[in-house]
Nanobody
């Protein structure tokens, strides 16, 4: 059974940092591309960042320079380091595995996805 379990969310003040983790099981993690996406209240799922199975990364313009994605294949885990957080970063963050690297920016192509972890940026 495929499982993606996110953790690390919480309440943080503007300008603060959080590190999200996503533990994967049930599929060959090291061969898989991984993404982070987010869903704010009343909005659709928005792609945030992706890392391919060779370690190359990609970021949405809205988070470039503030967020950093990484992976540890020995632990079957992908991370999202979020710095300089803004209130507009408030959302449920999910990790997912896209079918192809080309489809990393399109949530409809995600084969697997987790339940998400809430990130709230507020003073």
């Amino acid at each position: 059974e495929v499982q993606l379990v996110e953790s690390g969310g919480g309440l943080v003040q503007p300008g603060g940092s959080l590190r999200l983790s996503c533990a994967a099981s049930g599929f060959t993690f090291s061969r898989s591309h991984m993404t982070w996406a987010r869903q704010a209240p009343g909005k659709g799922l928005e792609w945030v960042s992706a890392i391919n199975n060779a370690g190359s990364t990609d970021y949405a313009d809205s988070v470039k320079g503030r967020f950093s994605i990484s992976r540890d294949n020995a632990k079957n885990t992908v991370y999202l380091q979020m710095n300089s957080l803004k209130p507009e970063d408030t959302a449920v963050y999910i990790c997912a595995s896209p079918r192809t690297w080309f489809g990393r920016r399109f949530p409809s192509t995600y084969d697997y996805r987790g339940q998400g972890t809430q990130v709230t940026v507020s003073s």
